[in-house]
Structure formats: structure tokens, C-alpha cells
């Protein structure tokens, strides 16, 4: 399975935007890039995927660098309840039914 | 829609009692998932359903058992609970249309039991 990198941790100011990178320079053809993130003390949540195209829904955009070595998780305006994990995962139809969650990111975000 | 509940959401065992950990879901979700995550590690899957009547093991399914009578209900049990099973747990479901694993699949997570076995 391809890997991914992600930063330890990120810090933010509240209504500021937050890029969050992601390295997935071995990612095959035919991976997805998916985004969930943990807020603490709860159970993971899907965030948003992508396969080549930049993707954007309601929680946030998805950047897709055009070799696909490596995406950004962009939140427009962080917000205190934005403070989480975010986990960066690659899946394919080979992938198993686990999802593998790595260390991922821990985001603050500070008033 | 209440998505993924999960009962109880904290329990304290000794060594060597028996609990059974309740997922329900509400989104007639064919596929069922129970992981653990201990600190500062990632989610690690236990055991898995792809149907009603139907399990299979995961990455670390020593220890527990399951079972899959209901579509919408998915049972993890410990028989013979010991400290190493200290974590918390997390079920979750997905659907899928198709057969094989679907690389767009999303999976809906509980908020989480946590387990104390002392």
C-alpha cells in the first residue's frame, strides 16, 4: 500500500484559513485521497476525498497536486471546533476493508 | 437519522470478566466495522461484517468475538477480559454497491466505548 506523510502538528488562529499537507509520493493510478478527521474524545469523521480533481464541499476543499505526490485539506476559516486529528488516507480496490488511519495530523486552533 | 450508536460508552472490567460492546446503526449500511485505538496509536480493525450473518477477522482479532444476527446491529464480545484490551473502541459502518472493496467508500463512525480492565 502507498504511504503517507503528514506534519505531527499544525497550529492556527480562529477565522483564518488552514492548509494541511499531505505526502503520497509512491500513490498508484487508481488510489482515492480521502480526509477524516477525529475531534477529541469522538469517533473519526469523513472529511472529503478526491481522485485527480480539486474537490470542495461544505467542510472543505481538497487540493490535488497535478502529479498527485501529494494534497492539502483546506479549511477556509477555522473555527475552535475545528481542533482535531485529520488523518490522510489513500484507498484503492485493494485496500482491505481497514481503513489505515496513521498518526495523522493534530490541528489547534487558538483563539 | 441517530447514524452509529454505541452502548455503553464507559465500562470498567476486571480481569477475566465477560461484556458484550452493542453497535447499532440506523442507514441499513450492509457493512459493519469494529476497530480499537489505543494512545497514540492509529485505529486498528478488529473484525468485520459484509452482511447480515457474516463475519470475518480484522488486524487484531485476538480475544474477541462477534456476531452479526441483525442487519443494523453488529456485537463485539470479550470473553476473558485482560489489561491489554484497555482501549477504545469504535464501530462504524459503510455501504457499498458494490462486491469488492469500493475505494469511494465512506465509513460512519460511533463516538466510542471506552474500556478499562484492570
Known amino acids: 500500500d502507498a504511504k503517507t506523510t503528514q506534519p505531527n502538528s499544525m497550529e492556527s488562529n480562529e477565522e483564518e484559513p488552514v492548509h494541511l499537507p499531505c505526502n503520497h509520493s509512491t500513490i498508484s493510478g487508481t488510489d482515492y485521497i480521502h480526509w477524516y478527521r477525529q475531534l477529541p474524545s469522538q469517533g473519526p469523521e469523513y472529511v472529503i476525498h478526491g481522485l485527480t480533481s480539486n474537490v470542495n464541499n461544505r467542510m472543505a476543499s481538497l487540493a490535488i497536486a497535478e502529479d498527485r505526490k501529494s494534497s492539502t485539506l483546506i479549511l477556509h476559516r477555522a473555527t475552535l471546533r475545528d481542533a482535531a486529528v485529520y488523518y490522510c488516507i489513500l484507498r484503492d480496490s485493494n485496500s482491505g476493508y481497514a481503513l489505515n488511519f496513521g498518526k495523522g495530523t493534530s490541528l489547534l486552533v487558538t483563539p | 437519522n441517530a447514524g452509529v450508536t454505541q452502548t455503553p460508552k464507559f465500562r470498567v472490567l476486571k480481569t477475566g470478566q465477560s461484556m458484550t460492546l452493542l453497535c447499532a446503526q440506523d442507514?441499513?449500511?450492509?457493512?459493519m466495522y469494529w476497530y480499537r485505538q489505543d494512545p497514540g496509536m492509529g485505529l486498528r480493525l478488529i473484525h468485520y461484517?459484509?452482511?447480515?450473518?457474516?463475519?470475518a477477522k480484522g488486524e487484531v482479532p485476538d480475544g474477541y468475538n462477534v456476531s452479526r444476527l441483525k442487519k443494523q446491529n453488529f456485537l463485539l464480545g470479550l470473553e476473558s477480559a485482560a489489561p491489554s484490551q484497555t482501549s477504545v473502541y469504535f464501530c462504524?459502518?459503510?455501504?457499498?454497491?458494490?462486491?469488492?472493496?469500493?475505494?469511494?467508500?465512506?465509513?460512519?463512525f460511533g463516538p466510542g466505548t471506552r474500556l478499562l480492565v484492570l
Open positions: 442507514m441499513n449500511h450492509e457493512y
Open positions: 461484517s459484509v452482511g447480515e450473518g457474516t463475519t
Open positions: 462504524a459502518s459503510s455501504y457499498s454497491p458494490f462486491s469488492w472493496t469500493d475505494p469511494q467508500e465512506t465509513q460512519y
